[in-house]
């Protein structure tokens, strides 16, 4: 497995894996937000983040495994907090504590 890591420019890098994964999870799973993911776009989570690193900094990782992304995390920080904005992992990767990285299809 190998990263890719940036900022602000590896962002619509993620828009499949939000859209079609995380954003795709939370209109299957969730109970009381269920309407709301279902007309979130990515666009707007985008401008979202944009407008909280406005004071501060982005890091975005994108995880890769055979040329393929399968999974990323986008975390913002300034002087006082870091927080992870999006954390996305499809149910059919598995790493275990070696680092292996398993690819179920």
Known sequence: MTYVTGSVELLDE???MWSEGLRQHHIEKSVHFKEFFKYYTFAERKQKILKRIDEGK???IIAMYNGD???YCVSSCNE???EIE???VPRHVKIDANDTT???T
């Open 14 to 16: 993620i828009e499949e």
């Open 58 to 60: 982005l890091l975005v």
């Open 69 to 71: 992304k399968i999974g």
């Open 80 to 82: 006082q907090n870091g």
């Open 86 to 88: 999006s954390l996305y």
């Open 102 to 104: 398993k690819v179920m």
